[in-house]
């Protein structure tokens, strides 16, 4: 809707618009980073790079590789898709197990959204 306003000798015109509805922002879901069992890498292994890549306290990385070693997968992580991207890389990355000759790499991750 539009009204007219005289100012001076200037005729101003106004316009009025209806502001469309407000979408609410998309919470995205977040993911889990899961560590996969594997028998190439030690307790100790495990231990030390859940605590240098996600800061895990000692007794919280041990009862994570007790988990993954019995059950074949352990979640070490809840967080946005882009850093669990990230974390999994990192754990890729990580590389090979010094105490374990037979070690050729690091331990392998995935992602997974979080069941709702």
């Known amino acids: 809707m539009a009204s007219?306003?005289?100012?001076?000798?200037?005729?101003?015109?106004?316009?009025?618009?209806?502001?469309?509805?407000?979408?609410?922002?998309?919470?995205?879901?977040?993911?889990?980073?899961?560590l996969l069992d594997d028998d190439d890498h030690s307790y100790e292994y495990v231990i030390r790079m859940l605590q240098k890549l996600f800061g895990h306290s000692e007794q919280a990385a041990f009862q994570m590789a007790c988990e993954v070693d019995a059950t074949g997968r352990v979640i070490v992580?809840?967080?946005?898709?882009?850093?669990?991207?990230?974390?999994?890389d990192q754990i890729h990355g990580f590389g090979p197990d010094a105490l374990i000759e037979r070690c050729a790499g690091s331990m392998s991750a995935a992602i997974e959204p979080c069941p709702e």
């Open 4 to 34: 007219q306003e005289c100012s001076g000798t200037m005729m101003v015109e106004r316009v009025r618009t209806t502001a469309a509805p407000r979408k609410d922002p998309k919470i995205l879901p977040p993911y889990n980073v899961v």
């Open 77 to 88: 992580d809840t967080t946005t898709k882009e850093r669990a991207e990230f974390k999994r």
